[in-house]
């Protein structure tokens, strides 16, 4: 099954030994405005209906990732699609939908992975969950390639709602405001506070 059994939230947390918390995590965030590239590919996105998450990772958040890419092109790295098999035995493997990772661009993934996203179909409640099971495999993955940091971070996301997320040791705590696909520029924001934190 992979991260495909992660789906209700409490028994993930329950299953992987994390204490929920919650706080605002971006108190002082600075918005990033949207560049005309991305408000005219997220206007294209938006002819056909978005029925999948698919859809989503390819119309909705793919432009959003790469807009930030491109301001971080040659401190971070940006993967989809790729497998993350730590604990096989412990279901904590499979294919995840993105990572940023605290590197230049290279075609193999390497530690440390910093921040993982999920992107549902319709339900946060599950990218919650999928999102929190590859937040703890990135930990361990981090910790195994001798690279550890002091915080994962996370983003599950429905297409509508933006929910980040940020493990640190056993404890996972979610920010208390939930962003909205209008507010985008706060989006951009925390994307950028984050990559500030993790590369400092």
């Not at 401190?75 to 699609?81: D, N």
């Not at 098999?85 to 910093?114: Q, W, Y």
């Not at 924001?189 to 934190?197: E, K, P, R």
Request: with cysteine; net charge neutral; hydrophobic share 40%.
């Amino acid at each position: 099954m992979g991260y495909n059994i992660f789906k209700d939230f409490g028994q993930t947390l329950k299953n992987l030994g994390l204490q929920e918390q919650t706080t605002n995590l971006f108190d002082k965030i600075k918005t990033v405005s949207t560049s005309n590239w991305l408000k005219q590919s997220l206007e294209l996105a938006t002819i056909m209906p978005v029925l999948n998450e698919r859809a989503k990772q390819e119309r909705l958040i793919s432009p959003l990732l790469l807009e930030v890419l491109k301001v971080f092109q040659n401190e971070i790295s940006l993967y989809s699609g790729e497998e993350l098999n730590v604990r096989p035995e412990e279901n904590l493997s499979g294919f995840c939908d993105f990572f940023l990772t605290l590197h230049s661009p290279k075609r193999v993934m390497e530690a440390p992975i910093f921040l993982v996203i999920n992107v549902a179909k319709s339900d946060l409640d599950e990218a919650m969950s999928k999102c929190a099971a590859q937040m703890f495999a990135a930990q361990i993955f981090n910790q195994t390639q001798g690279k550890e940091i002091s915080a994962i971070y996370g983003c599950a996301v429905n297409g509508k709602e933006w929910q980040f997320l940020k493990l640190e040791n056993q404890t996972l705590t979610l920010n208390k405001r939930i962003y909205f696909q209008s507010e985008l520029h706060f989006v951009l924001g925390v994307f950028h506070h984050i990559i500030s934190l993790v590369r400092s």
